[in-house]
């Protein structure tokens, strides 16, 4: 195969824009017969903050009690946890940042799952592996860790750990400028969803116990290990893993960069010795476990002067979400309280530790039967699954079936490579690459899929042109030439092409189970529904497309300054579609390269 060069890369960094994945400005892409998405682990976190006495300052503002003072009780904490570290994780280890760019679908757009401020420029997005191991890599601004060294160094020690209250840290990356960190992919959002943002039904509060109580495990289990910090710890750095169950996220062991701040958040939350310094101390940790105490029992961001003040007023029910009237009892609310207001305190040393939390939060579960997933009200298990004919064709492995499917469906989804043919056509420059392309068409009309192979190899050698239907289609014929690995290869480049393609997902299952890869097929088949696309029942337009159209339009300005108007063509025609839009682009083109 052949890859293409920086020479004519420019002529399908429209489509990858179309797709979402130059959000960084990376264009090339590699053809290659074996496109590795990659193998990888999945590891664990920090280490986190050591015992810290408890005791009352004058400063106390709230519910003194006959306990103050003595030694927290011993609760079954740490030591039990290490039951439930998850040995079946693989050891940390390095990553290319090729092979982190193909998990990615280079780096998409749509696999952005949550983005920081300008004071701290990095981007997590999901990703997923050879294997169907879905990750979440946080890329780090270039600028973040100079010291390569020192970004891996910190990175291992993080990933040494292994828990099953943390989103484990299973990778890095370290290549030129690029600073990445990889970990377990949550699929079901943060805290601040499920309690600021909710759907169909609040935060039980059974289940916001639950979330205190796994937290302060996940911070005990990281002291025990030696962590003792864990940087800008909030609301967004608990995530919710696929049984519904709280886990802290390791990405905040380290900090954003080297010399970077600990806090990123509003800094009325940043602990008081934070905005005296500019430095964070194992006690820190315990102030922001505070702020997210209150979190939960509001269900609301209340700063913690206010909070303290309504807690002295003896006016806590400003502080409980009405939501959860009848739910819990009074012992409950103050026990929950009188613990936020220890862990706010102002002098770091009156703080609670850990271990403390620990002994307060475990008395309080309730429901301590019910999963979690159904406390939260998540579908759980294969009940929420529905396949689309196509996929029901996958799972039985009717490959007659699927060439129907595909035969009927054309181009349909590929038309920002038709319009991007019709230009090239224009140029004179690829007609026997359409003409490969047209006996390909034909001999996978006629079902003579060797043929169809040839065909179709040579459009795609060329590397002029890219087009996501030409790989499934190719990829189909391996199938039916039984050559599974080769069809697998070609699923995922349509994927890498076209990320939310829900086809791809679909024939890289076929392709698993031919391989004997049952368990990989399965989530890939149960990842095909979630990339089709949403149609608005009263416009008919599919939001997928909506989408696409504006974040086309969004890169069209910084497209022009670069001089990129292939990339600008590709956008215009996929989302605008108007004869004069594309008049008015070639205008451009012709303008700006008599310009150049």
């Known amino acids: 195969m052949k890859k293409i060069t920086p020479s004519n890369s420019f002529k399908i960094t429209g489509l990858l824009r179309l797709c979402g994945s130059s959000l960084c400005g990376e264009s090339s892409v590699q053809n290659s017969g074996k496109c590795w998405i990659f193998k990888i682990c999945c590891c664990s976190l920090l280490k986190s903050v050591t015992g810290m006495g408890c005791k009352c300052s004058k400063l106390f503002v709230c519910f003194r009690d006959s306990e103050q003072g003595s030694a927290a009780p011993e609760v079954k904490g740490i030591e039990?946890?290490?039951?439930?570290?998850?040995?079946?994780?693989?050891?940390?280890?390095?990553?290319?940042?090729?092979?982190?760019?193909k998990a990615t679908s280079w780096f998409a757009v749509e696999n952005i799952v949550s983005e920081h401020g300008e004071k701290a420029p990095n981007v997590v997005y999901k990703g997923k592996l050879e294997n169907q191991v879905r990750i979440a890599v946080k890329r780090f601004n270039r600028s973040s860790w100079p010291d390569a060294r020192q970004f891996t160094e910190e990175a291992r020690a993080v990933g040494q750990l292994r828990n099953q209250r943390l989103a484990n840290l299973i990778g890095c990356c370290c290549e030129g400028d690029e600073r990445l960190l990889v970990s377990e992919y949550m699929p079901n959002e943060t805290l601040p969803k499920h309690l600021f943002h909710w759907d169909t039904q609040p935060m039980k509060w059974a289940m916001r116990l639950r979330v205190a109580l796994y937290l302060a495990q996940a911070l005990e289990y990281c002291t025990s290990k030696g962590h003792d910090l864990y940087h800008d710890l909030n609301a967004y750095r608990i995530l919710f893993d696929e049984e519904g169950n709280p886990r802290l996220s390791s990405f905040g062991l380290m900090k954003n960069s080297k010399n970077g701040k600990s806090y990123s958040t509003n800094l009325a939350f940043?602990?008081?010795?934070?905005?005296?310094?500019?430095?964070?101390?194992?006690?820190?940790?315990?102030?922001?476990?505070?702020?997210?105490?209150?979190?939960?029992?509001?269900?609301?961001?209340?700063?913690?002067?206010?909070?303290?003040?309504l807690i002295r007023d003896k006016n806590?029910?400003?502080?409980?979400?009405?939501?959860?009237?009848?739910?819990?009892?009074?012992?409950?609310?103050?026990?929950?309280?009188?613990l936020a207001s220890r862990c706010l305190q102002y002098e770091p040393r009156e703080r609670p530790n850990p271990k403390s939390l620990v002994a307060v939060l475990a008395p309080l579960q309730k429901d301590i039967e019910v999963p979690s997933h159904v406390l939260m009200g998540i579908h759980h298990g294969d009940s929420s699954l529905t396949l689309s004919p196509l996929g029901e064709a996958c799972s039985r492995k009717d490959l007659t079936a699927i060439h129907e499917v595909l035969e009927k469906l054309g181009y349909k989804d590929d038309e920002g490579a038709a319009t991007e043919l019709s230009f090239q056509m224009w140029t004179n420059q690829v007609q026997d690459t359409l003409n490969s392309k047209k006996k390909g068409d034909a001999a996978f009309r006629h079902k003579d899929f060797r043929a169809a192979i040839d065909c179709y190899t040579q459009f795609i050698e060329v590397g002029t042109m890219v087009s996501p239907t030409v790989y499934a289609r190719r990829s189909l014929s391996h199938l039916m030439n039984n050559m599974p690995q080769e069809a697998f290869d070609d699923a995922v480049q349509a994927q890498v092409i076209s990320p939310v393609w829900h086809i791809a997902s679909y024939l890289q299952a076929v392709a698993l189970f031919m391989m004997g890869r049952d368990n990989e097929a399965q989530v890939a088949l149960e990842e095909g529904p979630s990339h089709r696309p949403v149609t608005n029942p009263v416009t008919g337009i599919e939001k997928q497309n909506i989408d696409m159209s504006m974040r086309g339009q969004c890169h069209l300005g910084v497209l022009y300054i670069s001089g990129n108007m292939m990339s600008i063509y590709h956008i215009?025609?996929?989302?605008?579609?108007?004869?004069?839009?594309?008049?008015?682009?070639?205008?451009?083109?012709?303008?700006?390269?008599?310009?150049?």
Request: hydrophobic share 35%; net charge neutral; glycine share 6%.
């Open 80 to 101: 039990d946890e290490q039951k439930g570290e998850l040995d079946n994780l693989p050891a940390f280890q390095e990553y290319t940042f090729d092979q982190l760019r």
């Open 270 to 309: 940043a602990p008081p010795e934070y905005l005296r310094t500019g430095r964070v101390v194992p006690e820190s940790v315990m102030f922001s476990f505070g702020t997210v105490l209150l979190d939960l029992v509001s269900g609301k961001k209340i700063p913690p002067s206010r909070a303290l003040d």
């Open 572 to 596: 215009c025609c996929l989302n605008f579609g108007c004869v004069t839009h594309k008049k008015s682009i070639v205008f451009l083109f012709v303008r700006k390269r008599v310009s150049c």
């Open 316 to 338: 806590v029910q400003m502080l409980t979400d009405s939501c959860l009237e009848g739910q819990f009892s009074e012992d409950d609310r103050t026990a929950l309280l009188r």
